[in-house]
């Protein structure tokens, strides 16, 4: 097992590198800058300020200048917000987008695990097309359009909930943006968890359980639940990066002081160092992720480890 997560591991090093090296060159090669501004700064100051940030190099140069520190654990500074550093903004960031993925991702797997396996034990019945149709609205709809519509009917007409901001930090600041990050993983889970089911369901070893009169719960949570897992695990991974990147735009629909805020903001304003910086720590998050997905896909099915 230890040998296969360190193979895993290697292979994402060239990842990595290609997408920050695909990202550097975009945002220095787009046009304008992260000093440009509606009142243009001295040409002396502009100077200075690019001697300072390296950007009076050439472009090679630059880049290799900025690798070097990334391997040293640097993120480099923020262009714009130079009181603090990119590492600092991330990290003081981070545990508000932390939490709310998080609960989103929990949420996420109980309700869709939960749905899939009812949907498959009452097939084409009335609870499969309740419970599948209710979370399919979550994925037919995007969240930047879940999000006004719940906070329109939660927050404005009937006051039950906050439309925004992180106040005191009590859940019912965070019951709506982890909903709407939730939803569509639900929906997508529910339906490779019903899908699955019904396949093992079908086996053969399912009907000699039944056969010997065990009952139908202990054959699901004994006998079918592990192998009919094996679709979800695959997609625990891309659906945890998913809820940490989508949680930016949730977080700035509920003005939420999460990555979200420094990463929008470092975006509109051409911040460089914030821009790359986020996408590197959410890179290091996404391949941290898929490898707990590959070791517990391995786990569940022996049989991956020889492939």
């Not at 805020?261 to 391949?287: E, K, P, S």
Request: net charge positive; glycine share 10%; with cysteine.
């Amino acid at each position: 097992m230890i040998s296969y997560a360190l193979r895993r591991l290697l292979s994402t090093i060239p990842v990595i590198w290609i997408a920050l090296t695909v990202c550097f060159f975009i945002m220095r090669l787009a046009p304008g800058g992260p000093f440009d501004g509606e009142r243009p700064l001295p040409p002396a100051v502009l100077r200075n300020l690019a001697a300072h940030y390296n950007l009076d190099k050439p472009l090679l140069q630059q880049y290799a200048i900025y690798v070097f520190d990334v391997l040293k654990g640097d993120l480099g500074p923020s262009f714009v917000n130079q009181d603090f550093s990119v590492t600092q903004q991330l990290l003081s960031g981070f545990p508000y987008t932390l939490t709310i993925g998080g609960w989103a991702f929990v949420l996420a797997l109980v309700v869709g695990v939960a749905v899939g396996c009812l949907g498959a034990l009452y097939q084409n019945r009335s609870a499969d097309y309740w419970l599948g149709g209710t979370l399919l609205i979550g994925l037919v709809l995007p969240s930047f359009l879940i999000a006004p519509i719940l906070q329109l009917v939660f927050g404005i007409e009937l006051g039950w909930l906050p439309v925004g901001g992180w106040g005191d930090g009590s859940a019912k600041y965070i019951v709506l943006p982890i909903i709407v990050l939730a939803l569509p993983h639900a929906a997508r889970i529910s339906r490779l968890m019903r899908g699955s089911m019904i396949e093992v369901m079908s086996q053969n070893y399912i009907r000699t359980a039944r056969a010997k009169g065990i009952g139908p719960r202990l054959t699901v949570m004994r006998h079918a639940m592990r192998p009919a897992l094996m679709p979800v695990v695959s997609y625990l991974g891309p659906a945890a990066s998913y809820l940490l990147t989508g949680s930016l735009v949730v977080e700035s629909i509920f003005g939420l002081p999460g990555v979200g805020r420094y990463f929008i903001a470092a975006a509109l304003n051409r911040d460089y160092g914030m821009v790359l910086g986020t996408v590197i720590f959410y890179m290091g998050l996404i391949v941290f992720l898929n490898l707990l997905v590959d070791i517990a896909y391995a786990w569940l099915d022996p049989k991956v480890r020889t492939r």
